[in-house]
């Protein structure tokens, strides 16, 4: 709204200056300018007003960069708002989902005593893609399938 507000008096002060420089300029002098502005920000036809002269057209361009560079600066920083807050989300997950993995170890050494590996080999035997893909996430090298074990012998 500043930028609105600041261009408007530019404007206002350029037309006081050299009335040729605009055309079609209402008897409202400021608020008529201020109206001008608002519509070249906001990319709507709201004023009647059109720049004439070379200093005007400049100005008018000018503005609009202004508010592009505005906008660009707006989505900039409501991105980076959200990306902090989903790093921290993400980091809150990956912490509980560890919490998670080593509470499943834990579980399945005491009650079945076997080793998370021990475990995963005999899953194996039936399901090994589905296996190394969960390993591969865990960032572990892929246990060798059963057709491998026998290929060796």
Not at 68 to 86: E, H, K, M, N, Q
Not at 126 to 153: Q, Y
């Amino acid at each position: 709204m500043l930028a609105i507000a600041i261009f408007a008096f530019v404007y206002w002060g350029l037309y006081k200056i050299d009335p040729t420089a605009f055309t079609n300029v209402p008897p409202q002098g400021f608020l008529a300018f201020l109206t001008y502005s608002l519509g070249l920000i906001g990319s709507a036809d709201i004023s009647s007003i059109q720049a004439w002269s070379p200093g005007a057209i400049i100005l008018t361009v000018f503005e609009v960069l202004t508010a592009l560079v505005i906008l660009v600066i707006g989505a900039y920083s409501l991105l980076s708002a959200a990306r902090d807050t989903y790093k921290e989300d993400f980091a809150d997950f990956a912490g509980a989902l560890h919490e998670t993995a080593a509470a499943v170890d834990e579980r399945i050494v005491t009650k079945c005593s076997l080793t998370a590996e021990q475990l995963e080999m005999a899953i194996a035997v039936e399901s090994a893609a589905a296996v190394n893909f969960l390993r591969r996430l865990r960032g572990l090298p892929p246990l060798p399938t059963p057709d491998e074990t026998h290929s060796d012998e």
